[in-house]
């Protein structure tokens, strides 16, 4: 198994993300980013962006919606 760049599961579940609802925010974000430290990156970014309250799944699986919450959201460790 590969070692995770970022935890992002752990995130989903602070955020109280189902399964399901992971499943289909990595399927969009993999469609956005070939590289897989950058999609871990987003989906971390995006799952914590829920957890904090200023998305929801339904925000970030809107059609049209490109990029995820800004980077600089992002606490790197922690």
């Not at 995130?11 to 925010?25: E, K, N, V, W, Y």
């Not at 998305?55 to 959201?73: E, F, H, N």
Request: some cysteine.
């Amino acid at each position: 198994m590969l070692k995770k760049y970022f935890d992002y599961e752990a995130a989903a579940r602070q955020a109280g993300i189902s399964p399901g609802d992971l499943a289909a925010l990595r399927g969009r974000v993999e469609r956005d980013y070939p590289s897989r430290l950058l999609r871990e990156l987003h989906l971390s970014a995006i799952c914590k962006a829920i957890a904090a309250g200023r998305w929801t799944v339904a925000d970030a699986l809107k059609p049209g919606r490109t990029q995820p919450p800004p980077i600089s959201d992002l606490r790197i460790g922690g």
